[in-house]
């Protein structure tokens, strides 16, 4: 079976031998708009793989509420017209600290830096739903309902004008397209409505940052905010994207050429050791800023480390076998205690849920509870390559990575690190927990101490 990663390596060839970049709307590849979840589809097919597992439901009363309250912050922006230096579109998923919420990415990076009182955050919805209280670090903070909601609305409305106006060249898409990828019947309608979405949203983005007067804007995951960076782009307004997440290689999100029209100007990274191709951005826009949000949470919270407890690391494609690891080392090891720390999209099913029936020495960690807490709560870490696991490494806890049960958790990068260990069976347990020495990494290269004078220096 082939590899994830070779998988996307061919993905990258394909589109561009089947020059499927080449119709553009507004000077951006309307394959962009559309080539993750086909991507993903691709690589379910082949090998398995899923990012989602969690059902999404819909609260209607509050996506209502927060439409009609977006709306008129949305005017009240476009009649006011205050100046903002710099504008951010904060990550949708929210961490939470006791009874606030905020965004990991971007409010530590707030409160340490020049962007204090100069900055407008807009704050996209998670499945329909936004988090409050919300912790507010020296910034205007205003929900993106209303732009996010009208857009899809209007983007359904339109797409049949949308394929009347572009069907020749939506056809041709698919036709390539269909040559290497399994397409859905409704692709042409999804294809239209995506235009339209696309075509609304710039819209409305543009009418922001008209007002606002913005000289950059911050992004988290450039995927969430294509029509905003075309916008900017448009205006000559520099784009920042922030690193979210450990990437090692070939990704759905990243892979393909650097495309300016549409792709960040610069690219923050977390750590000088990710500095690399896999973002799909020129190594020379790429700049190490390291990671606020050690510093900023570490002030704030104070925690202690529980004995003998391990915190299992899963994500959506490997669920199955982190439960299979942790049963095997539950019963093996009934003096620790495990909590398997679940991907925000992840979820058990209800065969998965009745194996952890009766298990007194396993529970579900709170996912709604930020990770870096339940590092910092638990002794050991063991996981595959999920962030949460490099992340408990920079701050020098004991790391297993699984080597069996169908896992295979090396990674090329993984040699610079000092640290990790390989569990290769189950017996490995015992040895690791007893001679993995904890040491401080911190400065290491996965996530750097916050360098507030180069990220000062950035802004304009």
């Given at each position: 079976?082939r590899?994830e990663?070779?998988?996307?390596k061919?993905?990258?060839i394909?589109?561009?031998?089947?020059?499927?970049?080449?119709?553009?709307?507004l000077?951006?590849?309307?394959w962009?708009?559309?080539?993750?979840?086909?991507?993903v589809n691709?690589?379910?097919?082949?090998?398995?793989?899923?990012?989602?597992?969690?059902?999404?439901?819909?609260?209607?009363?509050?996506?209502?509420?927060n439409?009609?309250?977006?709306?008129?912050q949305?005017?009240g922006i476009?009649?006011r017209?205050k100046?903002?230096?710099y504008?951010?579109l904060?990550f949708?998923?929210l961490?939470?600290?006791?009874?606030?919420?905020?965004?990991?990415f971007?409010?530590?990076l707030?409160a340490?830096?020049?962007l204090?009182?100069?900055?407008?955050?807009?704050?996209?919805?998670?499945?329909?739903?936004?988090?409050?209280?919300?912790y507010?670090e020296?910034?205007d903070?205003?929900?993106?309902?209303?732009?996010?909601?009208?857009?899809?609305?209007?983007g359904?409305?339109i797409?049949?004008v949308?394929?009347?106006?572009?069907?020749?060249?939506i056809h041709?898409l698919?036709?390539?397209?269909?040559m290497?990828?399994?397409?859905s019947?409704k692709?042409?309608?999804i294809?239209?409505?995506?235009?339209?979405?696309?075509?609304?949203?710039y819209?409305?983005?543009?009418?922001?940052?008209?007002?606002?007067g913005a000289?950059?804007i911050?992004?988290?995951d450039?995927?969430v905010?294509?029509?905003?960076?075309?916008?900017?782009?448009?205006?000559?307004?520099?784009?920042l994207?922030l690193?979210?997440?450990?990437?090692?290689s070939e990704?759905?999100l990243?892979t393909?050429d650097y495309?300016?029209e549409?792709?960040?100007?610069?690219f923050?990274?977390?750590?000088?050791k990710?500095?690399?191709?896999?973002?799909?951005?020129p190594?020379?826009?790429?700049?190490?800023?390291?990671?606020a949000?050690n510093?900023?949470?570490?002030v704030?919270?104070?925690i202690e480390?529980?004995?003998k407890?391990?915190?299992?690391?899963?994500?959506?494609?490997?669920?199955?076998?982190?439960?299979k690891?942790?049963?095997?080392l539950?019963?093996?090891?009934?003096?620790?205690?495990?909590?398997?720390?679940?991907?925000?999209?992840?979820?058990?099913s209800?065969?998965?849920?009745?194996?952890?029936?009766?298990?007194k020495?396993i529970?579900?960690?709170?996912?709604?509870?930020?990770?870096?807490?339940s590092?910092?709560?638990?002794?050991v870490?063991i996981?595959?390559n999920?962030?949460?696991?490099?992340?408990?490494?920079?701050?020098?806890k004991?790391i297993?990575?699984i080597?069996?049960?169908g896992?295979?958790?090396k990674?090329?990068?993984?040699?610079?690190?000092?640290g990790?260990?390989?569990?290769?069976?189950?017996?490995?347990?015992?040895?690791?927990?007893?001679?993995a020495?904890?040491?401080n990494?911190s400065s290491?290269g996965?996530?750097?101490?916050?360098?507030?004078?180069?990220?000062?220096?950035l802004?304009?």
């Amino acid at each position: 079976m082939r590899s994830e990663n070779e998988i996307l390596k061919e993905i990258k060839i394909k589109e561009k031998s089947l020059n499927l970049y080449s119709f553009k709307i507004l000077g951006v590849a309307v394959w962009r708009l559309v080539r993750f979840p086909v991507r993903v589809n691709k690589i379910n097919k082949e090998i398995g793989f899923t990012n989602r597992t969690t059902k999404v439901r819909i609260p209607f009363r509050e996506v209502l509420f927060n439409y009609v309250t977006s709306f008129f912050q949305f005017i009240g922006i476009i009649l006011r017209r205050k100046k903002y230096k710099y504008l951010v579109l904060a990550f949708p998923r929210l961490s939470q600290q006791d009874e606030g919420y905020f965004d990991k990415f971007t409010d530590p990076l707030i409160a340490q830096s020049n962007l204090k009182s100069n900055t407008l955050v807009l704050q996209r919805n998670l499945s329909g739903k936004q988090f409050s209280p919300r912790y507010n670090e020296d910034a205007d903070y205003k929900i993106s309902d209303f732009i996010d909601y009208t857009s899809k609305l209007i983007g359904v409305l339109i797409a049949p004008v949308i394929y009347i106006i572009y069907g020749k060249k939506i056809h041709k898409l698919v036709k390539d397209a269909s040559m290497y990828f399994s397409l859905s019947k409704k692709i042409r309608s999804i294809i239209s409505y995506k235009i339209g979405e696309f075509l609304i949203h710039y819209f409305f983005s543009s009418l922001i940052l008209k007002a606002i007067g913005a000289r950059q804007i911050f992004v988290v995951d450039r995927i969430v905010f294509l029509p905003f960076i075309r916008a900017a782009k448009v205006k000559n307004i520099e784009v920042l994207e922030l690193q979210h997440g450990i990437t090692h290689s070939e990704t759905v999100l990243y892979t393909g050429d650097y495309q300016p029209e549409i792709d960040p100007d610069i690219f923050l990274n977390f750590g000088v050791k990710w500095i690399g191709e896999q973002f799909s951005i020129p190594i020379k826009k790429q700049v190490n800023i390291g990671w606020a949000y050690n510093s900023w949470l570490l002030v704030k919270a104070d925690i202690e480390v529980n004995q003998k407890t391990v915190l299992m690391v899963s994500s959506p494609a490997i669920t199955d076998k982190i439960l299979k690891t942790t049963l095997e080392l539950a019963e093996q090891y009934s003096t620790y205690s495990f909590s398997i720390r679940l991907h925000p999209q992840e979820a058990l099913s209800s065969a998965q849920q009745k194996q952890l029936h009766n298990r007194k020495n396993i529970v579900l960690d709170n996912k709604n509870i930020d990770s870096l807490i339940s590092v910092l709560k638990h002794e050991v870490i063991i996981g595959e390559n999920s962030s949460v696991v490099y992340e408990a490494l920079s701050l020098g806890k004991k790391i297993g990575k699984i080597m069996f049960n169908g896992l295979d958790s090396k990674k090329k990068l993984d040699s610079k690190f000092e640290g990790l260990k390989y569990l290769y069976g189950i017996k490995d347990f015992s040895f690791f927990v007893s001679n993995a020495s904890k040491k401080n990494i911190s400065s290491s290269g996965i996530y750097d101490t916050f360098d507030k004078k180069k990220f000062n220096k950035l802004l304009k």
